[in-house]
């Protein structure tokens, strides 16, 4: 690993117009922010999807108010149709998982923090980096738009499996435009985030200041960067599988599709074409996504307790390394989500054995943060009361992972909700968490105040309980054979289930509703918070060199120079401080053990 | 808030645990012969899973107890054999966990998976389509006859596109709605979809398995016990995916037989 020593060069000058500085910025923190934002909407939109599903879940029958007025063909008279839930539901998980969990802590808090924490002034292509913002916010517009075409958006969930995907509406309400508007929609969202992804390790790789050798970078740029890689190779897959799909609906080609399908009594005009091959393209992508999704929550919650625990990790190698071979046992796992499909079932047995494998960095992650608390004078804040949430729940999804890894189990288990509720946690949840973390630990940087500490507590608490009685549940209805994409449970064995799900309801309603909580003060600290300091929390990296929030060209002009890693906590100092910024000079009287 | 936070993990860790110990959920009694395997593989995944998620939320909560309101001259203290113990931990632990599952897990696998049907099992045919299953049954012939897609039409009730005009071997084949199997004896089940991606799944008798546009896929199994199961679709199928079902009548042999002359005779 090589000191760069070149000091990175002007990227561009200071915005001088209201469009230059909030809209079309090249400023790698305004375009964070606009991705955070983003994500707000995407999860709002999101959140409020997922109540109508649960309603309409332990109600089936109930009248929702007001929902005929948003679709009088999906819920006339309030109650909605089967058609209508399964729609909501492939909405909630593609907008959730693109433009919430991949947007917020990858693209957002990376845009925002990665140049600062590498020492650059700016990403090396600023108006790429801008166009993937443009572009994303784009492919949520074109994803919403299917709300409004003739028969509304897509009914196929967000894996869309082929043929369902690919035979055009005869298939079922929205699997015409409304499944051709959602391969746009993710087609133009990878464009995105390649372009994201080629800015990132670019940074990583390119722009580090004199002295910031690899090995120097804190644990979330080391995060962005792995996440990166994955991004630059599981979105390359998804475009071109979703521009097959967009060909088999527009240009009478067969890619997925093969002979003699029969929809209402008519042979469909295709032939050639196999169902498995987009299996195999969507979940080639889909699960390297799935660590899309929390590698950079591994990132920042490494990031936020080693500043709260003011000593250093365990062991930083074993962190960056488990983070990397879990991005590369990714590629190797995908099969896993195919085990019943039909595919070769000795091909089962081969993807099984790294399933099962992942297990070791994933364990090896949360023991080294277990093993790094004890000891440590750890700072309870909201931030690192939700990175400890995150790992609680990353455990709590993880453990469901030794079922599904094995496809003995898989036979019982599959498109349950287990799956469901395995999925939720590990990467939905704790993800989610992760985010929180990052922005009760950022905000005061990003928007130069403090959030309100009392909300944020309150936040957390009544999330981390909420989450668990809605998700913990969900285990126990796939064990007991409950399918998932149900729009009603109408079979004998399932009838039983019901109470249980209009718990889960009640508890997903009163979570979102403390959502609001957050909203509020996100909004009132944002406006009203009282003003930060550069390095509220004491921390080391190189965001807490810079006023809060920091000039356009993040140093000001000057080349910052890193003396240390960003894991000097706990140790003694001439200044009587326990923790060496990074670009100090100063070296430590004893320190504390750790590698 | 750093103990009650250590209080809460605790308390939901247990209160997780309580209905798995409890059995409160439970998928429906197996009927199958496989099925034990299965249930086995499952409980011994239970018992690993379930105290490597209580170890691990009770080693997080007692931590965070006990350093979470720490004297501020405390001196910072490394965890009993540091990192290198964790790491072997993991990997050995874990490791060995992970491998006896997978090597355990396999052989339930490779019963239903890499063990051919019995020659004398009996055959049926299995259609998948938007929103109903379909049964197939050879007839006297022991023979199906040739599908032509082309020739379905739900209107006249020629659901698998047969043309017995033309072949011989369709003649006789018998078309239900509803599953019939004789108990203890072996099913050979062959699966086609007539239209999108469905699955068959028999929550009672462990069988999951996809119908895949395109491919002719087959599962056996034995039921071993007499009674009417559910089959339903867990492969999101369209609209009417939630109320895609069929059932499963597992007959005595006599039964059964009866109730095939009585299906040929409706035909």
Known sequence: MHETSAAPAVQHGPPTTFLRKHVFSTDHKVIGIQYYHLALVAVVTGMVLSWLMRIHLAWTNAAIPGLQVLSPNGAPSGVMTPEYYLQLMTMHATIMVFFVLTTAPFAAFGNYFLPIQTGAEDMPFPHFNMMSFWVTLTAFIVLITAFFVSDGPPLAGWTSYAPLSAIGKAAGPGQGAGQVIWATALGIFCIGQLLGALNFISTVLDMRCKGMTLNRLPYTAWAWFITSCMGLTAFAVLMPACILLILDHVAGTSFFVPSGLVINDQLIPHSGGSTLLWQHLFWFFGHPEVYIAIVPGLGIVSHVLVTNMRRPMLSTKAILYSMWALAFLSYMVYGHHMFVSGMNPYSSMAFSFPTLMITIPSTIVVLIWIGSLYGSKLRINTASLFALGFISMFVSGGVSGFFLAQPSIDIQLHATYFVVGHFHMVMGVAAMFGIFSGTYFWFPKMYGRMMNESLGRIHFWLTFVGTYCIFMPFHYLGWAGNVRRYAAFTDDYLKPLIPLHQFITVAALFTGAVQLIFLYNFIHSRLRGATAPANPWEGTSLEWIMPSPPPWNNFGGKDPVVYHDADQYGVMTPSGADYIMQDSPEMPITTASGD | ?267
Request: hydrophobic letters at 45%; one cysteine or more; aromatic letters at 10%.
């Open chain 2, 1 to 267: 808030m750093g103990k009650l936070l250590a209080v809460t993990i605790i308390v939901i860790a247990i209160l997780s645990a309580i209905p798995v110990i409890m059995h409160t959920w439970e998928p429906p009694a197996d009927v199958s012969t496989h099925g034990k395997l299965i249930d086995d593989q499952m409980a011994d995944t239970m018992i690993e899973a379930g105290v490597s998620f209580l170890a691990a939320q009770f080693l997080l909560a007692i931590f965070i107890w006990q350093f979470s309101s720490r004297r501020a001259d405390a001196k910072p203290k490394t965890f009993p054999g540091g990192a290198k113990g964790l790491v072997i931990a993991a990997i050995v632990l874990v490791g060995v966990e992970v491998l006896a599952l997978g090597a355990f897990g396999a052989k339930a696998w490779a019963q239903v998976y890499f063990t051919p049907p019995a020659v004398d099992a009996i055959p049926i045919q299995v259609q998948a389509g938007q929103f109903a299953f379909y049964f197939r049954y050879p007839g006297p012939d022991g023979k199906f006859g040739p599908l032509h897609p082309e020739l379905i039409n739900e209107g006249n009730q020629n659901l698998f596109g047969l043309d017995p005009e033309h072949d011989v071997d369709s003649r006789d084949d018998i078309v239900t709605a509803e599953m019939a199997i004789p108990v203890n004896k072996e099913i050979h089940l062959l699966m086609h979809s007539k239209d999108v991606s469905h699955s068959f799944f028999v929550p009672a008798l462990r069988i999951h398995q996809d119908f895949v546009p395109g491919l002719d896929l087959s599962v056996h199994f034995t039921a071993t016990q007499v009674g009417k199961y559910e089959i339903v679709c867990s492969q999101l199928c369209g609209l009417g995916h939630y109320n895609m079902r069929a059932y499963l009548e597992v007959m005595s042999q006599q039964d059964y037989e009866d109730w095939l002359k009585k299906q040929a005779a409706a035909q």
